[in-house]
């Protein structure tokens, strides 16, 4: 087996002019593919109206849980197979690949004709491939970047490049408020342009800089990781629906099969890796501090921020907007608006935490920041559900100068500790841990926050009702609806009073003024405020915990460890050595790696 080194014969990171193509373009694709994660969150109400579907129907429920969330599962399960495979066969092949697939299905989806479940299947589906496309550009695009600049550099690339992933999940939720009421299908047709330019572009101008080391592809790895990771996740997934009287899904056999069997199945991957000679999962780098306690670091992090969105936009969309005179209809565009502070600060820190990390190394700008946001965690409990406007800002722009701090710091450090080689597989285990925690985190807060609902929510729902006027049966048989549904009202901007109450026929029986009050803005939000706080208190307790262990992870890296700057030729030989000799990998990179 023979290493390789393909591009214009200068070594990564040397050309002044290319570097900063690999940058634009790269932030280009991830830009693209975190707005239309995002798009979906704020345009979902309208993506169903268009589709003559109601999500809050019980049937509907997983067709809407599936449209919001196949995605980041399909990317999280890929991502590090296909980091793998640009080490393999060049990773500006594998990135131009994902811009052409992500295209391809943008286009697709935005040609949508079907209603009803047929149209919301088709939208599932054609989503997957975008998740496919997805993970082939966050896979190598992280690659791409640390082979184009200089280790001193880096920091800065790699802030600007992740700020553009974070603000580009925050613009999505602008762009679907403004979208999705125009023309659903406009949320999907944004993207088509975009990628046919950075295909092309991508195409013409990027080039392979990295070591590129032929070798046999992990059938055995690969099959084992994606059945064990999708059992995991589709499991907490549809752990989000009641079942058997239960609020969650937690007591659902199927669903603590998936769980329980797709954490066996991955405890077996994790044996194979040892095994075979060539893994996909390359275990030998967890030999290397800064490797492991980066990602230690960056999956609890998002495990603690994964939910944190979610929790704002129901608590804006379904309690405070109401309250302050804003319609239902209007909900889901102001909830993107009054969560801007959340993208400034990120837009402030990042960049400029890559740009000390680079001179100062990681450990102390990623802990602080992760203090920071832990802290915000804690001082949001403070707030009132009916606050001022003012400390809400101020509070979400304190997480997100804390989350910019870390997170910059964080990649410029785990990519810095890898072999030139190993730098599209490591870049794809950092990604995997991080996606299927914001997956695994989106599935904590939902369960927490509905434990908490379930506890509080039919008592002050059937109190409130029958206050109201309804009649005390009509009032008990919707007290003791799932709470989900009415947490599900709250994030996608629905009222469900009316919903609720449509079928006992209690509606019939008020005055107009009365039908009027409790299907108006202030009644289901007001009726709704205290339970939610319960769960939403729970909720930030568990991301504070998850935080400082991160915290503890991140102090623990060490000093600034990053791989030793060699020569074009050393680099080649170390990488011939490491494919010739996997069994010797872990010795060789401690060989490899210095402390600066």
């Known amino acids: 087996m023979a290493a390789t080194m393909t591009g214009a014969g200068k070594a990564p990171g040397r050309d002044t002019h290319y570097k900063w193509i690999a940058l634009s373009n790269t932030t280009l694709g991830v830009l693209m593919v975190t707005i239309n994660q995002s798009i979906l969150l704020i345009s979902l109400p309208d993506i169903f109206d268009g589709l003559k579907l109601n999500p809050l129907t019980p049937g509907n429920t997983s067709y809407f849980l599936w449209v919001f969330m196949g995605f980041m599962l399909v990317t999280a399960v890929l991502v590090v197979s296909l980091g793998r495979v640009g080490d393999m066969y060049g990773r500006v092949k594998m990135y131009n690949l994902g811009f052409a697939v992500f295209t391809v299905f943008s286009v697709l989806l935005s040609a949508t004709w079907m209603s009803g479940q047929a149209g919301a299947l088709w939208i599932i589906v054609m989503r997957v491939g975008q998740g496919v496309g997805g993970a082939f550009l966050f896979a190598n695009s992280t690659a791409i970047l640390t082979d184009a600049f200089p280790i001193d550099e880096r920091g800065k690339a790699l802030g600007i490049n992740g700020i553009a992933a974070v603000s580009g999940s925050f613009l999505g939720l602008i762009l679907g408020g403004v979208l999705g009421p125009l023309q659903w299908h406009l949320v999907f047709l944004v993207s088509v342009p975009f990628g046919l330019f950075g295909t092309v572009w991508a195409y013409l101008k990027l080039r392979d800089n990295g070591i590129r080391v032929k070798a046999k592809i992990d059938w055995v790895g690969n099959a084992t990781f994606a059945v064990g990771l999708i059992a995991l996740l589709v499991g907490i997934v549809y752990s989000l629906l009641p079942y058997g009287g239960h609020p969650t899904g937690w007591t659902n056999p199927w669903v603590l099969a998936a769980v329980f069997g797709g954490l066996a199945i991955l405890g077996l991957f994790v044996y194979i890796e040892t095994k075979v000679p060539e893994p996909m999962f390359r275990l030998g780098l967890f030999r290397l501090r800064a490797f492991t306690a980066g990602n230690i670091a960056g999956l609890l992090g998002a495990l603690g921020r994964g939910g944190l969105q ?129 997956v695994l985190s989106m599935g904590l807060f939902f369960t927490i926050v509905t434990l908490g609902l379930a506890s509080a929510l039919p008592t002050h729902l059937y109190a409130g009702l029958t206050h109201a006027g309804v009649s005390p049966s009509a009032a008990r048989l919707v007290a003791n609806e799932p709470p989900i549904g009415s947490l599900f009202s709250a994030f996608l901007g629905f009222n469900p009073i009316q919903q609720l109450l449509a079928p006992t026929g209690a509606l019939a029986h008020l005055s107009h003024s009365q039908v009027a009050y409790l299907t108006g803005r202030s009644f289901f939000p007001r009726l709704i405020a205290p339970p939610f706080a319960r769960g939403l208190h729970l909720a930030f307790d568990f991301a504070a915990g998850a935080t400082a262990i991160a915290v503890v992870a991140s102090a623990l890296r060490g000093k600034r460890y990053v791989h030793k700057p060699a020569s074009l030729g050393q680099e080649l030989a170390e990488g011939a050595t490491e494919s010739a000799v996997s069994t010797g990998l872990a010795e060789d990179i401690e060989n490899e790696v210095v402390a600066r």
């Open 310 to 438: 979610f929790m704002l936009i129901i608590w804006l969309q379904g309690i405070w907007l109401p309250q302050h005179g804003y319609s239902f209809a209007q909900t889901p565009l102001w909830a993107g608006i009054f969560m801007v502070p959340l993208t400034v600060g990120f837009l402030v820190m990042g960049p400029l935490s890559g740009i000390l990390s680079d001179r100062l190394g990681a450990r102390g700008l990623s802990t602080v920041g992760l203090v920071l946001s832990g802290a915000s965690f804690l001082l949001l409990e403070l707030l009132p559900m009916n606050f001022s406007y003012v400390w809400f800002a101020l509070l979400i722009f304190l997480f997100a100068i804390g989350m910019g701090m870390f997170f910059s710091p964080n990649q410029a450090s785990v990519m810095n500790s890898l072999p030139p080689d190993q730098r599209g597989a490591g870049a794809g285990m950092l990604n995997t841990f991080q996606n299927s925690a914001q």
